[in-house]
C-alpha cells in the first residue's frame, strides 16, 4: 500500500464547475500537506500549503485536512480551462525535507 | 518561472552511458532536492543537500550520485544507465530547514531522460 493515494482520473469538468480533488494517506504523522499543480511538460508549482489540519482559502483555491481521516482535499471554485492540469498533493513529516507525492489527478475543464 | 534552472532540457543516450544533469537553485536558496518521475512511479524524491552536504537520501539508486558545489548548484550524475532509468528528473529547492519552511519547495522545469 502506498503511503499516499490519489484517483489519477481523468476529471472532467465543464466551465465554472467545483472541483473537488482528494488524497488520503496512511502515516498520522504527516504534519505539512501541499498541493501542486503541473502542467505538461512542466515542473510542479506550488498552490497551497497547510500545516496540521483546518482549511486554508487563497482566491479560488481551498485546501481542507481532516487528519482525524487521513483526508485532504483541495477544492477549486469557479473552474476555468486555465486550470486544466494535474494536482499532486504532497505530505511531510514535521521538521523533515522529504515530500511524499500522490501519483496525481488529471484535470480537464472544458469551455 | 519558479527561479529553479535546469540543464539540459532533453537527453538522449544509449544504455550503459553515464551522464550529467545540472539544477541551480533559486537566488537565496540553501537546499536542494532530487526527484525522479516516472509514469509508473509518480514523483519520486532522491536525494536532498544542504548548503552543500547531503541531508537525506530516498530511493536513489547505487548507480546515481549527486553533489551540491559551494556556488550551490547541483549535479546529479547517473551511470551505467538502463532503460528504465528513463523519466523526467526535477531538481527542486528551498529557503532551507532552519527557516522552518523545508515543505516550501520550488521545482525545476525537469530534464526529460531518454535512454535507448
Known sequence: QKEVEQDPGPLSVPEGAIVSLNCTYSNSAFQYFMWYRQYSRKGPELLMYTYSSGNKEDGRFTAQVDKSSKYISLFIRDSQPSDSATYLCAMSLYNTDKLIFGTGTRLQVFP | ?116
Open chain 2, 1 to 116: 518561472d519558479s527561479g529553479v534552472t535546469q540543464t539540459p532540457k532533453h537527453l538522449i543516450t544509449a544504455t550503459g552511458q553515464r551522464v550529467t544533469l545540472r539544477c541551480s537553485p533559486r537566488s537565496g536558496d540553501l537546499s536542494v532536492y532530487w526527484y525522479q518521475q516516472s509514469l509508473d512511479q509518480g514523483l519520486q524524491f532522491l536525494i536532498h543537500y544542504y548548503n552543500g552536504e547531503e541531508r537525506a537520501k530516498g530511493n536513489i539508486l547505487e548507480r546515481f550520485s549527486a553533489q551540491q558545489f559551494p556556488d550551490l548548484h547541483s549535479e546529479l550524475n547517473l551511470s551505467s544507465l538502463e532503460l528504465g532509468d528513463s523519466a523526467l528528473y526535477f531538481c527542486a529547492s528551498s529557503v532551507g530547514r532552519t527557516s522552518g519552511r523545508s515543505y516550501e519547495q520550488y521545482f525545476g522545469p525537469g530534464t526529460r531522460l531518454t535512454v535507448t
